[in-house]
């Protein structure tokens, strides 16, 4: 069975920092990795979706990278903003859709 | 609009209770899942539907029932609701395989 592990659960960094959070999974024989964005009272918001193909996707000050033989993938934000602070979770697809999620990381940013 | 809508946003019941949980959405999507979170397991499968006919049992299909009653409709049902069921329910949908799912504001749902 697919197991995500996301790594700090939790972290706190002061405004205009770069920052770099993780993610890791068992079994590297994935479709896709995506990164959501989840704010208190909310659902999730899908950030980034990099195909199994790809290694990295860019939108505005985010950047995900995949590297699916090592089972990784990086999630960096550029000059972080306190509306940054959310949990940030990553989910591996494996087939028919079904995505594993990882516990998540939740991010303050300090202004 | 919510894209994505999920009624009730919280419900507080007693064990034993029938209870329904509705997801409808506008994004014309045809693929439609359930999940729920609790704390430190993150959001797990509970079932999906790829069209008005389809309905496929996910990780932790257990205690709960659903309905695809159109392409815009999922429901969720817990026939006998218990203490551990409850958590954070979300809906979800999606366009494709290769496309990123699209979630409600989720259902907060305790069971006492």
């Known amino acids: ?111 | 609009d919510a894209d994505v809508t999920q009624t009730p946003r919280n419900r507080i019941t007693k064990t034993g209770k029938r209870i329904m949980l509705e997801c409808s959405q506008t994004k014309g999507h045809d693929r439609m899942y359930w999940y729920r979170q609790d704390p430190g397991l993150g959001l797990r499968l509970i079932y999906y539907s790829f069209d008005v006919k389809d309905i496929n049992k996910g990780e932790i299909s257990d205690g709960y029932s659903v309905s695809r009653q159109a392409q815009a409709k999922f429901s969720l049902s817990l026939e006998s609701a218990i203490p551990n069921q409850t958590a954070l329910y979300f809906c979800a949908t999606s366009d494709r395989g290769d496309q990123p799912q699209h979630f409600g504001d989720g259902t907060r749902l305790s069971i006492l």
């Open chain 1, 1 to 111: 069975k697919q197991e995500v592990t996301q790594i700090p659960a939790a972290l706190s960094v002061p405004e205009g920092e770069n920052l770099v959070l993780n993610c890791s999974f068992t079994d590297s024989a994935i479709y896709n990795l995506q990164w959501f964005r989840q704010d208190p009272g909310k659902g999730l918001t899908s950030l980034l979706l990099i195909q199994s193909s790809q290694r990295e996707q860019t939108s505005g000050r985010l950047n995900a990278s995949l590297d699916k033989s090592s089972g990784r993938s990086t999630l960096y934000i550029a000059a972080s903003q306190p509306g940054d602070s959310a949990t940030y979770l990553c989910a591996v697809e494996g087939g028919a859709n079904n995505l594993f999620f990882g516990t998540g990381t939740r991010l303050t940013v300090i202004p």
